[in-house]
């Protein structure tokens, strides 16, 4: 059974970092895909970044440049560093994996879509104050 534990949530400034982390357990496949999503009160769930099996990653282009998103293969550990916080980054961030990806879901996965993935974690909150 494939287990996914997010860590490293909280609160933080605008122009503030957190780095998330995401345990995974339970793989028996390596060639997977990963992702972040995030949800804010009373709107849908965002794709915000993700990582496919060849290492290939993909933002929503509200975070380009700010966020980076990291795979640890040995370690089966997904991380997203998030710089320059910002108000509108406060959301539950829920951690996605999808084992095996197949060329059909690595394209959702690319475009950042929640079907690309089918276990998730139960997300990790982070909060931005001006």
């Known amino acids: 059974q494939v287990q996914l534990v997010e860590s490293g949530g909280g609160s933080v400034q605008a122009g503030g970092s957190l780095r998330l982390s995401c345990a995974a357990s339970?793989?028996?496949?390596?060639?997977?895909?990963m992702g972040w999503f995030r949800q804010a009160p009373g709107k849908e769930r965002e794709g915000v970044a993700t990582?496919?099996?060849?290492?290939?990653?993909s933002y929503v282009d509200s975070v380009k440049g700010r966020f980076t998103t990291t795979k640890d293969n040995a370690k089966n550990i997904l991380y997203l560093q998030m710089n320059s916080l910002k108000p509108e980054d406060t959301a539950m961030y829920y951690c996605?994996?999808?084992?095996?990806?197949?060329?059909?879901?690595?394209?959702?996965?690319?475009?950042?879509?929640?079907?690309?993935?089918?276990?998730w974690g139960q997300g990790t909150q982070v909060t931005v104050s001006s």
């Open positions: 339970g793989y028996t496949y390596r060639g997977n895909c």
């Open positions: 996605a994996a999808r084992t095996p990806c197949s060329l059909l879901e690595t394209a959702m996965v690319r475009a950042l879509r929640a079907s690309g993935f089918d276990y």
């Open positions: 990582i496919d099996s060849v290492g290939y990653t």
